[in-house]
C-alpha cells in the first residue's frame, strides 16, 4: 500500500460525518493491508510515527518542517512562517509544496523513521526524502503525525473499533492486549489472527505495558469515615516523592530495563539503581514497580522532585548525577514472576510475594505501609508521610487486581488539600518589557475523553527566570502557529500547576478556567496521555462549589 493511498483514506475518514462512518473506512483499509504493512497503518492511524517507546527521540517538530517546505517552495523560513499564520495549519502549508514522486510506501515509512531514530540519522534529511516520495495528501499526514496533530477524530476507542470490524472480534479484546503491550500494531496483528491470539497475548520481559493509575481522592471519608471502621481493611503505602519506575529485571544472564511513566527506556540514566538490584534481588525474571526517589549523596536526606527529574531521562553527565543525587527504589509491586503473570492476582497477594524477591539494603528499601480499617490509623499514616516530606499516601484494595491502561477504582491517592493539576502545554503567549524573547504565559490543557485538548487557562506565574528560558527554549521549536503574540504549541510538554479556584466559562473550550494557575514543576515523566483529565476538572468543580 503507498502511503498517499492510507492518506486518501484520512481525508475521507476526516470527512465523515459519524463515529460509525470513520469505523467502516479504518476498517476496509486494515483489512485490505498486507502482513508486512498492517502494524503500520494501524501505528499511523493511531498518530504514531513509530513505536511509543521512541516517542521522545522522534526529533521531528515545526522547525524542521518549515525549513524543508521553504526548500521545496524556493522561500525563506519566514516567509513559510507568515503562510502558517494566516492558514493556521502548517501540514496545510506542507501540502501546498510538496508534491513528490508518489513512491513511498507504507512499510517503508515505517521502517525509515524508525532506522532515523535508531542510527540518529539526520531528521531533516528523513523529512526532506518523505516530501519528496510521496503526495501532498501523504506529506500532509506525515506532518501532522510528526506534530502530534492528526485531526481526523480516531481516538483509541474509534481505532479499537475499527480493528475489531475488520477482524470479527471483540473491541474489548483489542484495547485489553494494547493496554498490556502499549502496541497497538501488535494488538492488530493479533487481531488478525483471531480472538484466541489476542487473549494469549500478556506480559513480556522488555516489552512495557501501561501503568494503572490511581483515582485522586480529596475526601478522606470516602474511603474510611470517622464515624466507624471500615468493613475492609485497606492497604496503606506511602506515596513517595519520586520517579514511578516498571523494572523489567532478567536473571540469567543480568539484565534490567526501567521504563519511566511515559513508557521510554531509562535505564541508562540510572546505573545506580540497576547495579543497586542486583545487589538486592533475591527472585528470577521478573516485572515489578518501585518509585525512585533521589537522596544527597550520604543517603540521608531526602530531595525535593526538582531532583528526581534532573536524574529521569538524562543523556550526558550521568556518572555525576548518580554520585551526587543517587536514587533509591521503593518497590511496591510485583506483575510477573518467571512466566506467570499476575495482574489477576489480589492486591495482598502480590505484596506478599514481592517481599520474597528482594533482601531490603540501603538503595532498595521496602516501602512503608500498614493495613487497617480505622480512620485514626490512616489520619496518622498520612500526616507521618507529608511531614517525612511525601507526596501522601496511597490507599489500595486488597482485593484489586491490577487493569494496566486504566485509572482503577480501587487504587486511590490521598495528598494534602492544596490541590494540583498536570496540564498539557499546547500554546503561549510572549513576553514584552523584561520578559522580551521569553514565552511569558503558558496556554494549558486537560485531556478529553476522545484524547483531545481542551483549554483551562494561561499560566503566567511561579516561574524562575531560569527555568522560564528553559522552557522557552524546548517550546520554541515546537511552535506551530503563531497569532501575534499568541502561538500554537505542538503537545508535548507535561506541567504541574496549582490554582485557587475553578469557574465555568466560555472563554476556553473545557468551559472551565483555573483561577490564578500557578506553575510548579514541569512532569518531566509523564507523557501528554497521562494529564489530568476533564472528568477530573469538573468532579473538583462540583466538589468546591
Known amino acids: ?157 474509534t481505532l ?28 492488530t496483528v493479533k487481531a488478525r489472527e483471531g480472538e484466541a491470539a489476542l487473549e494469549h497475548g500478556g506480559l513480556e520481559l522488555f516489552r512495557p505495558y501501561q ?39 532478567q536473571k540469567r544472564p543480568w539484565q534490567v530495563r526501567m521504563y519511566s511513566r511515559r513508557l521510554n527506556d531509562d535505564t541508562v540514566a540510572m546505573p545506580d539503581i540497576v547495579a543497586a538490584l542486583k545487589v538486592a534481588w533475591r527472585g528470577g525474571d521478573a516485572i515489578i514497580e518501585g518509585e525512585a526517589v533521589a537522596f544527597d549523596a550520604g543517603l540521608t536526606k531526602k530531595l525535593p522532585f526538582s531532583a528526581v527529574l534532573q536524574r529521569i531521562g538524562r543523556r550526558r553527565g550521568i556518572e555525576d548525577a548518580a554520585r551526587e543525587m543517587p536514587m533509591v527504589l521503593f ?23 514481592l517481599a520474597t524477591l528482594f533482601e531490603p539494603t540501603e538503595r532498595v528499601r521496602t516501602a512503608d505501609s500498614l493495613v487497617t480499617n480505622r480512620r485514626k490509623d490512616m489520619d496518622g499514616f498520612f500526616k507521618r508521610a507529608v511531614k517525612a516530606g511525601q507526596e501522601g499516601i496511597m490507599v489500595k484494595d486488597p482485593d484489586a487486581r491490577y487493569t494496566p491502561g486504566k485509572r482503577a477504582e480501587k487504587w486511590m491517592k490521598l495528598k494534602p488539600a492544596f490541590e494540583t493539576l498536570d496540564v498539557v502545554v499546547v500554546g503561549g503567549i510572549w513576553g514584552s518589557g523584561r520578559r522580551k524573547g521569553l514565552l511569558s504565559s503558558l496556554i494549558v490543557a486537560v485531556v478529553s475523553s476522545k484524547n483531545d485538548f481542551l483549554t483551562v487557562g494561561k499560566v503566567g506565574t511561579g516561574f524562575s527566570e531560569q527555568t522560564l528560558r528553559d522552557l522557552t527554549s524546548r517550546l520554541a521549536p515546537r511552535v506551530i502557529t503563531t497569532v501575534g503574540r499568541t502561538v500554537e504549541i505542538e503537545p508535548e510538554i507535561v506541567i504541574e500547576v496549582d490554582f485557587q479556584d475553578i469557574q465555568k466559562t466560555d472563554r476556553y473550550s473545557s468551559g472551565y478556567a483555573l483561577r490564578i494557575p500557578r506553575f510548579r514543576v514541569e512532569r518531566t515523566d509523564k507523557s501528554i496521555r497521562e494529564a489530568d483529565t476533564l472528568s477530573r476538572l469538573e468532579r473538583l468543580y462540583k466538589q468546591s462549589h
Do not use: C
Not at 332 to 349: A, K, N, T
Open 1 to 157: 500500500m503507498k502511503f498517499s493511498e492510507l492518506a486518501d483514506v484520512y481525508d475521507r475518514i476526516s470527512e465523515a460525518g459519524n463515529d460509525a462512518a470513520r469505523v467502516k473506512l479504518l476498517a476496509e483499509a486494515l483489512r485490505n493491508a498486507d502482513k508486512k504493512e498492517l502494524a503500520a497503518v494501524a501505528h499511523f492511524s493511531f498518530g504514531e510515527l513509530a513505536r511509543p517507546e521512541y516517542s521522545d527521540r522522534l526529533g521531528i517538530g515545526p522547525a524542521t518542517i518549515r525549513d524543508q517546505v521553504a526548500a521545496i517552495a524556493g522561500k525563506t523560513p519566514p516567509e513559510i512562517d507568515d503562510e502558517v499564520r494566516e492558514s493556521g495549519d502548517m501540514s496545510a502549508a506542507v501540502a501546498a509544496y510538496a508534491n513528490g514522486n508518489d513512491r513511498l510506501r507504507v512499510d517503508e515509512l515505517w521502517s525509515r523513521v524508525s532506522d532515523a531514530i535508531d542510527n540518529d540519522e539526520p531528521r531533516a534529511s528523513l523529512v526532506a526524502y518523505v516530501f519528496k516520495n510521496t503526495t501532498p495528501a501523504g506529506a500532509k499526514y506525515f506532518t501532522r503525525m510528526a506534530l502530534n496533530q492528526m485531526r481526523i477524530n480516531v481516538g483509541l476507542g
Open 160 to 187: 479499537t473499533r475499527s480493528i475489531a470490524a475488520a477482524f470479527d472480534v471483540k473491541a474489548s479484546a483489542v484495547e485489553h492486549l494494547y493496554a498490556m503491550t502499549n502496541d497497538i500494531g501488535l494488538a
Open 211 to 249: 501503568f494503572m493509575n490511581a483515582h485522586k481522592i480529596d475526601d478522606p471519608d470516602l474511603i474510611i469515615p470517622e464515624s466507624a471502621p471500615s468493613k475492609k481493611n485497606w492497604i496503606l503505602e506511602t506515596k513517595y516523592d519520586g520517579a514511578r519506575l516498571q523494572i523489567h529485571i
Open 331 to 353: 518497590p511496591f509491586d510485583v506483575l510477573l514472576i518467571g512466566r506467570e503473570g499476575l495482574m489477576e492476582v489480589p492486591q495482598s497477594e502480590r505484596r506478599k510475594r
